[in-house]
């Protein structure tokens, strides 16, 4: 995963400068609101043990323009993580939301009138608003003060379907590694995620 998200960060960083170094007049818009929502899998540490579980996430990112293929978007998102999984104190259902704040770099270039490729990379900040283990006959709870940090990025593409309106794809790989503060609770924070988003964009 780490070496996915390597490559896959050094290709959003070489095509966002070429993008912007050849930049195009294209329905310039300097502000772009974005909804997405994605579907795939994140992969946690229970004890040792990598569960693997399926992962969906809702996004509003906003994205200002700083020329016509390159943009600053921020904004937030919530992920729902649920699966099944086993440790030392046997079999459970593990349910998981976060909330997390990216920071991303996007940039998009148009290969034909309305469609673009778009890629972008940065890093996001979250948060675990519920980590619950359900095993046969019990039930544990953990929470979570502390914020951690990780990297992550994206490969799409979109199509423009009024001046004003895109929809389109990205495939999203995300990495948690980095603690922000300590943590409290003895579950491993650390997860990384693979999720195929649906967007619509509008601009302005």
Do not use: C
């Not at 994605?38 to 323009?65: C, P």
């Not at 770099?105 to 675990?128: C, P």
């Not at 980590?131 to 990025?153: C, H, V």
């Amino acid at each position: 995963m780490k070496k996915k998200l390597s490559a896959l960060a050094i290709s959003v960083f070489v095509l966002a400068v070429s993008w912007s170094a050849n930049a195009q007049t294209n329905q310039l818009s300097k502000f772009n609101l974005q909804f997405s929502y994605g579907n795939g899998s994140s992969v946690i540490n229970n004890g040792g043990f990598n569960t693997r579980l399926n992962t969906t996430s809702t996004e509003i990112l906003g994205i200002y323009q700083i020329n016509e293929n390159l943009g600053f978007g921020s904004g937030i998102a919530v992920m729902g993580l649920n699966g099944n999984g086993f440790n030392d104190k046997g079999n459970f259902n593990q349910t998981r939301g976060i909330v997390r704040v990216p920071f991303l770099l996007n940039s998009n270039k148009y290969l034909f009138d309305k469609t673009a490729l778009i890629a972008s990379g940065g890093v996001f900040v979250n948060h675990i608003i519920e980590d619950t283990y359900r095993y046969i006959g019990s039930t544990e709870e953990f929470q979570f003060d502390n914020w951690s940090m990780g990297a992550q990025a994206r490969l799409g593409i979109s199509y423009d379907i009024y001046s004003n309106t895109a929809i389109g794809i990205v495939h999203n790989i995300q990495y948690n590694f980095l603690e922000l503060s300590q943590s409290q609770s003895t579950i491993d924070t650390e997860m990384s995620s693979n999720t195929f988003d649906l967007f619509v964009k509008l601009k302005f």
